[in-house]
């Protein structure tokens, strides 16, 4: 198709480039009639362009639309060459004061908490960088897209309007001068023109709704049969949905329909198919049939091509227009002319109103185009901004009502420039007062809401999916009208007041619909059978909760009922409660319960249960406290109950109804709190002499009283005004203290002590078990401060004038009745009646009216008499014919009750304050002399106590004294008893701690890890217990094989070259480490232990578990069983094989005799390179046909054997069965981690791999341990030390469950990379191998061929040769690859020995390389660079020989701080000045360096042809982290997805590995790996991390951890607020910093190989991680 098409388009190509902007301009100046001229030119030109194949070619169209069409418009709109009009426009022009940049999705927005009038005016990063507001406090959220900067907008900020950029335009703001004076008259004609005829087409074009036949202005002369099927986005079907359809209806792959289905989601349509009528009609039937059954169809559309192409340049314009008045404000308000102009047809016939009202009809790629055009034209110019908005509100309830049926989210829907429009003070107050917009909101609110039930309320139909939907659209509503009333006015005028008004009496209208909706009915019969509705109610209260009092507040700034009336309602609530509370409801189901939790909760509370409070307070204010404690007693039904007399003796005699008396205690209980709560509750400015700051302070004491509290935590336990702000700031600082956070966990405020005074244990806002928390705290507190355990209620600000009267309820006479029936039922105890917490409410109303007589006392004035007499009433007995005892009498009796244990020190304190107030009142009317007198001899009362208690704490003292002694004399007695007890269990310690410390005791003399000087070590035994059956085993050889559960996975921690990929792991030989160690092996163990026969029986029932379970569920587990993994038995650690643990294997096999005389380097090497040269000739013979025998039996003979060499001998394995077993499973779990390959155990590479984790292993605890700063034999953690142990001795033992002569094999090949033998021909060049990874693998293949030989030589030897050789191949290597500059530091040319041995070697290396080496002449940098360089090196052998062979670390090792560099030597038995080693060996190393330096490579390295690793490599590290998040989420903002041209990525995400930015969680950035689809994150965890990978989620800021496709969980980021808490979705927009401990526990985990553990834990306990399809993000 394509090559068809080919020549056509260059055909096309030459009429289009031959068309010139400037003739065609000079056309239209000429023309008399301009617009036929230019639509003429469109009709031609613009189909030529646009759509003609089956894919667009963006670049080439709007390459050619700019040359064809839009050049001539420049040419004509200029006069002359646009390059240089345009740039005089812009000179001419002045800089706006208005930032107006319309934010991108995800960019990162700022509101300051303290100068934005609203929390919906932002600055772009830009601005705010440059403001005042980066020092106040701001929020930081990201943009949906769509917003634009509030920058230079003086009605959006209280102070600092003006960054530091646009601060500078502001000098020359005249009065509102009228921008088109920069410009010319004929520009402005022109202009005028043009803008006029290309805005109307590109409204008429988008508008167009016929499918098939253009405008007639625009109509082609011949016409084509070709047709695009267009599919169209919305919002109700899912992508699988559309990919499935379309693979179906036009039949294309999948990858093809996930871009379809891409563009359409981001676009909002896309074609799916070119081509005549007939074939895209009918790929349209499929698509509507495939989509209807469930909901409507996909909408789809048969298009004539050249409407597409006309629609597709109608955008084109917008967006040109959009950049062109860009270069001048003129242009801007010529645009903005033209669109407002009222077209023939009257109202709403301006270009802007027809976009506007065809809104919901068009597709979301057309409309974020127009509505981008609307707001970089009519919002940026203010005198058209006013006219905007009085269309928009015109238009406002028809643009709802499209909203509400429209499915495209909010943020495409032009309604949402309202949040632009109404939130600018000015604009809203004109728009009320004109086009009186607010009735206009509630009204379409109230129309959207039609069902009403008889009474007129609202009626909400089931809570259906689709209903819920609408009713979410129809709440944006009340966020226009919250925004309409966020600024309050400052100076009424008489039409605002009105409107006001009229707006004020809908709203009225709409809570009359509300008062009393969803009434409730108790159940007695059986219980409820359809739960009612109540969420709508519910969710339109919370809604409306700030307009309700932001209405209040604007009536409050412009400045009869009967009490019962007042209270009727609220008290009907509140008994409602009661009764639930009570029980009494149980049969109402859930609804009811769940509508009561939100009357209090704190998004409800303040227009629900605080106002209820309020206005029975007012209520009660005015009546008489009896009259209105007689209603409370028959609301609640309590009245017959106290009325009774000995009802409590009564009830006790009748033991029927249980329930009834719970009842009723519950509702007694909940009177009294109620009681408590009228007269208590005074911090409602208004109600209480207070302010709102006492208010907060009182939420915050009693929040933090239940348990000190994160700030978010308190955040959210306040209610929140309609800025979304608390007030909390202000206050938090007077009440508590705030304390850092450390590694985990958040920062936490704590209760300042002294506020604990405070504390009202009946709180109103407290729930249940919040005051239950509290008290228990609280009392909890007091104990530690051994202060009593008394709770007494705080002492009270006192009431307004108006209040003042609710006091007298305490001392009525009702009250004190209900306060004497229940002491009284308490003083009788009998069971049932009364209840603790009646008790407590009722000392609690004492201890209250005690508080406020001692106040109304100490506040009197001169000549007043306080008329609050309550210490007088509760000292009088009871009334005849029962005369009870007085109140007082019974608290009296009450203080020694044995059941009253906890309230004794409540009672102790009523009666305090009792005589406190007395003595008060006596002083005032007696003479002062007899209160002296009372205080003397309390006083002394005091002091006997005091010295009392003293005495006996002495005695007690003494007696405790007494008895120690007593105790350690026998116990010493005893000891000398039994002496040779002791003596046995004391040694017995020692030999235990010994075996733990693994280092039995070895003489103090220097020790030698390694070669014939090894220090000896005594054998010592282990015994370990198995985690599975408890049973004790020694390890030996021959018994059953213990194991240690084992995780080994593939690791690029080291990595110097991430890009490296193995192409086909069948095929790949890992006998060289390469020293970038692009990838390695990692072994890492829990160190836990079991019966090798246990683990496997183990195993079994977990994988038929997963087999079962498979059958049931499809849900990933946290570890996978066809991958062989398991999790621990004992700390459910993630692992997937077991390593056996074996005693130190060289011992094993070290058990010949052998001859003192052992060879030296030199000897050594002539003896293996000659046995290795015989076993060659053997392999070949071999594998020769046998018909050459008669040959080949002479060519043997002459084949001398080295002396006592026996290739023909094969050693014993000296291992059980079970053991071999497990060397053999390790081994091929290795393999098939290491490799990537099916297990195999036959394969050559097992031993390979074997090796390669060892080395690997170790290498990464080196750095660890030296990133850390710690001395290289710092005590492990245990769990390490046995891993690396277990580890070292596997490798070395794994050889004798290998074939031999592969083992031999691989020794030859590693052997012949540093001695070159005459058949190894591809070897690595010395620069291309990890020195320590070859001898991990010479040292423990050699035993391999050692055991063949009888000649005396032993295996140590062999070890220190090996070192030795590739030792001096490091230094070597060091030499070649240390680039260092000589700078003028030269340590006063120190010639030692060692210096100027290093020269030596060096001058030998420069000449062996011809001369290719720099010429150096510091012998010192030399040193230094070699000494640094092979650190690294040294330490991994010693603790490579150290697990080897047992030789504990020398003592001095093991201390920190220095550089252990000789005792390393000493350790290694290397001598100190390790250039001795070249010259004890000249000769061979003569030779030996020769060869290396003769590699075709290292010539290639020294002229500058390749690169090579230099020494010491240095550590990997996370990426650097900008102090600041939100650099973070810029840098985020900027990132396009890399496949869907130019398009944002939706969840931007980080690498932190190697800080790579990639499109997460989207069907474009999918790719295929091992045959599925797998999202960005997951494919790029294996090429950067080999499986494992650190991302940070930008938007979310969320660290991710992914290991493998199916396992993920989310981390806590390294970012943190002031508070000290992460704020994981940026939820709560405050400003946020690096962390840089956190960042570096992230670092560690990643160090330690710890990161698929740590998923393994948090996926164990957290299962809903486990449903998380991980390898989409």
């Not at 938007?1595 to 991710?1600: D, I, K, S």
């Given at each position: 198709m394509a090559s068809e098409l080919e020549p056509e388009v260059q055909g096309l190509d030459r009429s289009l480039l031959e068309c010139s902007a400037e003739e065609t301009a000079g056309k239209w100046l000429q023309a008399t009639d301009l617009t036929r001229e230019v639509n003429q030119h469109l009709a031609h030109y613009v189909p030529k362009i646009y759509c003609r194949g089956p894919n667009p070619f963006p670049q080439k169209e709007d390459m050619l639309a700019h040359q064809v069409l839009l050049g001539p418009m420049e040419w004509y709109l200029c006069g002359e060459d646009p390059e240089l009009g345009f740039s005089k426009l812009e000179q001419t022009n002045k800089p706006s004061h208005l930032c107006g940049r319309v934010f991108k999705v995800g960019e990162p927005t700022y509101s300051c908490r303290d100068c934005a009038v609203d929390p919906t005016c932002v600055l772009c990063m830009e601005c705010f960088l440059g403001s005042i507001h980066r020092d106040h406090r701001y929020r930081m959220t990201t943009s949906g897209g769509g917003g634009f900067c509030d920058c230079g907008d003086t009605e959006a900020w209280k102070e600092g309007p003006y960054c530091q950029k646009h601060e500078l335009n502001t000098s020359e703001i005249e009065e509102e001068e009228d921008p088109l004076v920069h410009l010319s008259e004929d520009v402005i004609a022109r202009t005028y023109n043009i803008f006029a005829i290309m805005f109307r087409y590109a409204v008429e074009i988008l508008t167009w709704e016929k499918e098939s036949e253009l405008p007639p202005d625009l109509e082609m002369v011949e016409k084509s049969d070709t047709y695009y099927c267009m599919l169209f986005n919305d919002e109700v079907h899912t992508y699988e949905q559309v990919i499935y359809t379309l693979q179906k209806a036009v039949n294309c792959t999948q990858k093809e329909a996930i871009g379809f289905a891409t563009t359409v989601d981001?676009?909002?349509?896309?074609?799916?198919?070119?081509?005549?009528?007939?074939?895209?009609?009918?790929?349209?039937?499929?698509?509507?049939?495939?989509?209807?059954?469930?909901?409507?169809?996909?909408?789809?559309?048969?298009?004539?091509?050249?409407?597409?192409?006309?629609?597709?340049?109608?955008?084109?314009?917008?967006?040109?227009?959009?950049?062109?008045?860009?270069?001048?404000?003129?242009?801007?308000?010529?645009?903005?002319?033209?669109?407002?102009?009222?077209?023939?047809?009257?109202?709403?016939?301006?270009?802007?109103?027809?976009?506007?009202?065809?809104?919901?009809?068009?597709?979301?790629?057309?409309?974020?185009?127009?509505?981008?055009?609307?707001?970089?034209?009519l919002l940026m110019d203010l005198k058209y901004k006013k006219l905007f908005a009085v269309r928009f509100a015109k238009n406002y309830e028809r643009l709802q009502s499209d909203y509400v049926t429209d499915d495209h989210d909010r943020e495409f829907s032009i309604a949402d420039l309202s949040v632009q429009i109404f939130t600018v003070p000015s604009l809203a107050r004109m728009l009320i007062t004109e086009e009186n917009l607010m009735t206009i909101i509630i009204k379409t609110f109230m129309d959207h809401l039609r069902h009403r039930d008889a009474q007129g309320r609202f009626q909400f139909e089931r809570y259906t999916a689709l209903q819920a939907f609408k009713f979410r659209r129809v709440q944006s509503l009340i966020l226009d009208l919250k925004y309409v009333l966020i600024s309050k006015p400052t100076e009424w005028s008489d039409d605002l007041r009105q409107k006001f008004l009229e707006g004020f009496d809908a709203f009225l209208e709409l809570l009359k619909c509300m008062q009393g909706m969803d009434p409730v009915t108790r159940q007695v019969g059986q219980h409820i059978e359809m739960e009612p509705e109540w969420e709508a109610a519910f969710t339109l209260q919370m809604k409306l909760t700030h307009v309700i009092s932001m209405m209040q507040d604007w009536c409050a700034l412009d400045s009869e009922l009967s009490p019962p009336m007042l209270i009727e309602h609220p008290l009907r609530c509140l008994v409602l409660c009661a009764q639930v509370h009570a029980g009494m409801w149980r049969r109402n189901g859930f609804s009811l319960v769940n509508q009561i939790y939100y009357y209090h909760n704190v998004k409800c509370r303040r227009e629900m249960f605080d106002k209820d409070i309020v206005m029975l307070q007012t209520g009660v204010s005015m009546m008489d406290p009896n009259h209105f404690l007689m209603i409370m007693l028959s609301r609640f039904e309590l009245h017959q109950i106290f009325s009774t007399p000995d009802y409590g003796k009564k009830i006790s005699s009748e033991t029927t109804h249980k329930d009834l008396v719970q009842q009723n205690n519950t509702l007694i209980e909940e009177m009294l709190y109620l009681i408590i709560m009228l007269v208590g509750e005074r911090f409602s400015p208004g109600v209480g002499q207070v302010n709102a700051t006492d208010e907060i302070k009182r939420e915050i004491i009693h929040q933090l009283s239940i348990k000190p509290m994160a700030h978010s935590e308190l955040v959210k336990s306040l209610p929140e005004d309609e800025n979304k702000e608390t007030g909390m700031e202000s206050v938090i600082e007077a009440v508590a203290h705030f304390k850092k956070p450390g590694l985990t966990g958040r920062g936490m405020y704590e209760l300042k002590p002294e506020c604990a005074k405070e504390f009202n244990l009946y709180f109103y806002h407290f729930s249940r078990a919040e005051q239950s928390k509290a008290e228990e705290a609280q009392r909890k507190l007091k104990r530690q401060n051994k202060e009593d355990t008394a709770l007494p209620p705080p002492v009270l600000p006192p009431f307004c004038p108006l209040f003042a009267s609710?006091?007298?309820?305490?001392?009525?006479?009702?009250?004190?009745?209900?306060?004497?029936?229940?002491?009284?039922?308490?003083?009788?105890?009998?069971?049932?009646?009364?209840?603790?917490?009646?008790?407590?409410?009722?000392?609690?109303?004492?201890?209250?009216?005690?508080?406020?007589?001692?106040?109304?006392?100490?506040?009197?004035?001169?000549?007043?008499?306080?008329?609050?007499?309550?210490?007088?009433?509760?000292?009088?007995?009871?009334?005849?014919?029962?005369?009870?005892?007085?109140?007082?009498?019974?608290?009296?009796?009450?203080?020694?009750?044995?059941?009253?244990?906890?309230?004794?020190?409540?009672?102790?304190?009523?009666?305090?304050?009792?005589?406190?107030?007395?003595?008060?009142?006596?002083?005032?009317?007696?003479?002062?002399v007899a209160e002296t007198e009372g205080t003397i001899m309390e006083e002394s009362s005091r002091d006997k106590d005091k010295a009392e208690r003293k005495r006996k704490a002495e005695i007690a003292r003494l007696r405790r004294e007494k008895i120690m002694a007593q105790m350690s004399e026998m116990q010493r007695h005893f000891i000398d008893e039994n002496k040779e007890l002791f003596q046995q269990t004391l040694e017995l310690d020692a030999s235990i701690s010994a075996v733990l410390d693994n280092s039995p005791m070895v003489s103090d003399t220097t020790r030698t890890a390694l070669g014939p000087a090894q220090t000896p070590v005594p054998e010592q035994r282990q015994f370990v217990t198995c985690i599975l059956c408890q049973e004790e085993q020694e390890v030996k050889v021959e018994s059953r094989a213990m194991v240690l559960a084992a995780f080994v996975q593939r690791s690029t921690v080291l990595s110097k070259n991430r890009s490296k990929f193995i192409q086909d792991p069948e095929k790949y030989d890992p006998l060289f480490m390469h020293p970038d160690l692009s990838c390695g092996t990692h072994t890492g163990s829990c160190g836990h232990i079991m019966h090798a026969h246990c683990w496997q029986r183990y195993f079994d029932s977990v994988q038929a578990k997963e087999q079962r379970r498979q059958q049931r569920l499809r849900l990933h587990t946290s570890y996978d069983v066809e991958n062989g993994e398991f999790l621990c038995p004992l700390c459910e650690c993630l692992s997937n094989t077991v390593i056996p643990l074996l005693l130190p294997p060289r011992n094993i096999f070290n058990s010949r005799l052998h001859f003192s005389d052992q060879p030296n380097l030199t000897q050594w090497i002539r003896t293996i390179s000659q046995q290795i040269k015989a076993l060659q000739v053997l392999r070949k013979e071999e594998n020769t046909p046998n018909t050459a025998l008669s040959k080949n039996l002479e060519n043997v003979d002459e084949l001398q054997l080295p002396e006592g060499f026996r290739p023909d001998f094969h050693p014993k394995n000296p291992y059980s069965e079970s053991i071999k077993e497990m060397l053999t499973t390790f081994g091929t779990a290795t393999y098939k981690v290491g490799l990537k390959v099916h297990p195999n155990e036959e394969d050559p590479r097992v031993p390979i791999m074997c090796w390669g984790s060892c080395a690997y292993t170790i290498q990464s605890i080196e750095r660890i341990l030296n990133d850390e700063d710690k001395p290289l034999f710092s005590p492990l953690p245990c769990r390490l030390d046995d891993c690396l142990r277990s580890l070292t001795r596997f490798a070395a033992a794994h050889w004798t469950v290998a074939s031999l002569s592969v083992v031999q094999g691989h020794f030859c090949k590693l052997f012949a990379s540093l001695v070159p033998g005459d058949n190894h021909g591809d070897l690595p060049c010395i620069l291309d191998i990890d020195m320590f990874h070859l001898l991990v693998g010479l040292v423990l293949a050699f035993p391999a061929l050692q055991c063949q030989d009888f000649s005396g030589i032993s295996l140590g030897t062999g070890d220190l040769h090996i070192f030795h050789l590739v030792t001096m191949a490091h230094i070597i290597q060091i030499l070649l690859t240390s680039c260092t500059e000589e700078n003028g530091m030269d340590q006063e040319n120190a010639s030692g020995e060692e210096e100027l041995a290093v020269l030596a070697l060096y001058k030998t290396l420069h000449q062996y390389t011809g001369s290719a080496l720099k010429e150096m002449h510091s012998g010192w940098h030399l040193l230094r660079n070699v000494r640094a360089g092979i650190m690294p090196f040294l330490r991994c052998s010693a603790l490579f020989f150290h697990y080897l062979n047992g030789v504990p670390s020398p003592p001095e090792i093991q201390a920190s701080g220095t550089s252990h560099f000789e005792h390393l030597c000493n350790y290694l038995s290397l001598p100190n000045n390790f250039i001795c080693l070249f010259q004890e060996n000249k000769e061979i190393m003569k030779l030996l360096i020769e060869s290396w330096c003769h590699n075709i490579e290292v010539k290639r390295y020294l002229e500058g042809e390749r690169d090579a690793i230099s020494y010491p490599r240095e550590s990997n590290k996370l990426i650097d982290l900008p102090e600041d998040y939100s650099s973070l989420i810029n840098q985020a903002s900027n990132f396009l997805c890399p496949k869907s041209g130019g398009d944002k990525s939706r969840a931007p995400t980080l690498c932190l590995v190697c800080g790579t930015l990639l499109c997460s969680q989207s069907y474009c950035c999918q790719t295929e790996l091992e045959g599925e689809d797998v999202g960005a994150c997951t494919a790029h965890t294996y090429s950067c991390g080999s499986g494992v990978g650190i991302f940070l989620r930008?938007?979310?800021?969320?660290?991710?951890f992914l290991a493998g496709k199916t396992k993920g969980c989310f981390y806590s980021p390294p970012y943190l607020d002031d508070y000290g808490e992460t704020d994981q979705g940026l939820r709560r927009g405050n400003p946020l910093h690096l962390c840089r401990e956190r960042f570096k526990k992230i670092q560690k985990l990643w160090h330690q190989h710890s990161i698929t553990e740590e998923i393994g834990h948090a996926q164990e306990a957290n299962q809903t991680l486990v449903g998380i399809d991980w390898q989409h993000l």
């Open positions: 981001r676009d909002g349509r896309r074609s799916v198919r070119y081509g005549d009528f007939q074939y895209c009609e009918q790929a349209k039937s499929v698509i509507v049939r495939n989509t209807s059954r469930q909901t409507k169809p996909l909408k789809v559309q048969v298009m004539h091509s050249s409407i597409v192409a006309h629609q597709n340049f109608g955008l084109k314009l917008l967006s040109w227009l959009g950049s062109i008045i860009g270069y001048s404000d003129g242009l801007r308000r010529i645009l903005c002319q033209v669109g407002l102009q009222e077209g023939p047809n009257g109202e709403n016939s301006s270009l802007v109103d027809r976009l506007m009202l065809s809104d919901s009809k068009l597709w979301k790629g057309a409309r974020s185009v127009y509505h981008q055009l609307f707001m970089s034209s609710l006091v007298n309820i305490l001392q009525s006479d009702v009250m004190l009745l209900i306060m004497r029936t229940v002491l009284q039922w308490t003083v009788e105890h009998n069971g049932h009646v009364w209840s603790e917490s009646m008790l407590q409410r009722v000392l609690h109303l004492i201890g209250m009216a005690l508080q406020e007589e001692k106040q109304h006392l100490e506040n009197v004035m001169e000549e007043h008499v306080v008329t609050f007499t309550f210490t007088q009433k509760i000292s009088k007995p009871g009334e005849a014919p029962h005369n009870s005892p007085s109140i007082l009498a019974m608290l009296e009796t009450l203080q020694n009750a044995p059941y009253l244990e906890v309230h004794k020190d409540m009672i102790k304190w009523i009666l305090k304050t009792f005589n406190a107030i007395k003595k008060i009142r006596e002083s005032s009317s007696t003479s002062p930008v938007r979310e800021c969320q660290v991710l």
